[in-house]
Nanobody, 122 residues
């Protein structure tokens, strides 16, 4: 069983910052890629940023230069530092991780968090 605990969402004004965190816990062999997606009302879920275990990073064009993804492998935790927030960044942000199971056949599977709300007022 794998659990993802997200935190850090909230209400901010445009131009301000927030930091999201997501910690994976439970029984597994290894956390592989980690990432953040977001979904605004009436829109499809979209990629925000991803980071591999060895630190390769991918950002959506809309957040490049403003958001920074990072991770602490020892804590199985991924962070999203969001600066210069805009009203269009308002969404529910979802953490996702790829986990390698600790039981045969040691398969990989994606897990999703429950989501954390980010509200940006103009």
């Amino acid at each position: 069983q794998v659990q993802l605990a997200e935190s850090g969402g909230g209400l901010v004004q445009a131009g301000e910052s927030l930091r999201l965190s997501c910690a994976a816990s439970g029984s597994f062999f290894r956390v592989n890629a980690m990432g953040w997606y977001r979904q605004a009302p009436g829109k499809q879920r979209e990629l925000v940023a991803t980071i591999t275990r060895d630190g390769r990073i991918n950002y959506a064009d809309s957040v490049k230069g403003r958001f920074t993804i990072s991770r602490e492998n020892a804590k199985n935790t991924v962070y999203l530092q969001m600066n210069s927030l805009k009203p269009e960044d308002a969404s529910v942000y979802y953490c996702t991780v790829e986990i390698t199971s600790d039981t045969f056949p040691y398969s990989r599977r994606d897990y999703w968090g429950q989501g954390t709300q980010v509200i940006v007022s103009s």
